[in-house]
């Protein structure tokens, strides 16, 4: 697989779907809204909220004193913290597959697509560069604002070291995983209406499933790293299998 993604082919047409995405104004700003929103404002929103003062703090019983819970347990100071790594897992899940949507389905609504069978370049060469595409466009947009929480919570207060230490790793880990979310969306969606159901399909149950994950997981660097290593096992299964059936034939139907 790396020897793939140094492959002169995968770089030329690397180049070519990065410049195919930036040219995309429609692509860009679906992509960067919706992390500006739960890394940006989110985070600093829930950040100046707790650092007012507050009258009083209750704490939980004890039988509801566990996972995220047992994190905050009373004191919205460390609410920030303890929320960010679903917010970065969930912006990590949603980004990869709203950009893969322009960079495959666009281009086969465009029939533009069935040009590189043309070309002296194999189906995996092809995967390959869309998918470092979308990897580098998300990673754009999201890890300038996760370096942002980064500094900016444990500076007011609102974040602890541990909280925020093995971020990167959750980060990398759910690009990762929505990059192979939409490969397999690509396989699967010949239009925007079905790539629409297809990403609901396949998103929805991940995304509950991970705030779920993260409300029961212990505090500190556990709960980032434990979505993290579920994430990419998930991505490896997804990958295999993708990579196993995908066909010129099948991307362009």
Known sequence: MIRSLLEREVRILFR???????????????????????LGLMPLGMS???????????RLPEELNLGLLAEVDGNLHHLPGAVLP???????????????THLI??????????????????????????????????????????CFDMIALPWMGAASVEQ????????LAALVLSTSFALMMSLLSPDFRTANNVAGALLAPTMVGTMLFG??????????MGIAVVYLIAAALLLRHA????????LLS
């Open 215 to 224: 409300l029961l997981l212990p505090g500190g660097p556990a709960r980032a």
């Open 86 to 100: 679903i917010l970065v897992a969930l912006v990590g899940m949603i980004v990869p597959t709203m950009i893969a």
């Open 243 to 250: 990579l196993r059936t995908v066909t010129f034939e099948r």
């Open 48 to 58: 100046l909220s707790a650092s007012a003062p507050s009258r009083s703090q209750n």
């Open 16 to 38: 070519k779907e990065w410049r195919q995405l930036v040219a995309s104004k429609a692509a860009l700003s679906t992509g960067s809204f919706l992390p500006i929103l739960m």
């Open 105 to 146: 389905i666009t281009e086969r609504e465009r029939r533009t697509l069935e040009l590189l069978v043309a070309l002296p370049v194999r189906i995996t060469q092809v995967l390959f560069a869309k998918l470092l595409a979308t990897l580098a466009a998300s990673c754009a947009v999201t890890v300038p604002l996760l």
């Open 164 to 171: 925020i230490i093995a971020l990167p790793v959750l980060l």
